[in-house]
């Protein structure tokens, strides 16, 4: 999974998968960005260029949003 090199590079994630997944809940749960769901593929390009856009506008809350990535990284993935 690519999920936990973006975990433990500090970065935001943008999960683009079905609502109720568990990467989806992983993301909510642990506060480390934000969820597009696949079902709706109409609005996915819109959605996943909003995101950027925002995170773009506001580098203090992407910088939090990948703060909360590496700690859980760190905390639930880390293998050493």
């Not at 973006?6 to 568990?22: H, K």
């Not at 909510?28 to 996915?44: I, K, P, Q, S, Y």
């Not at 909003?50 to 992407?62: G, H, T």
């Amino acid at each position: 999974s690519k999920l936990y090199g973006i975990l433990a590079s500090s970065t935001a994630v943008i999960a683009l998968a079905q609502a109720d997944s568990e990467l989806c809940r992983l993301v909510r749960e642990h506060n480390v960005g934000f969820v597009c769901d696949l079902l709706d593929a109409a609005t996915v390009a819109e959605r996943v260029a909003f995101i950027v856009n925002f995170l773009a506008d506001r580098p203090d809350q992407a910088r939090q949003l990948g703060d909360n990535a590496r700690r859980l990284a760190v905390t639930e993935f880390d293998r050493s």
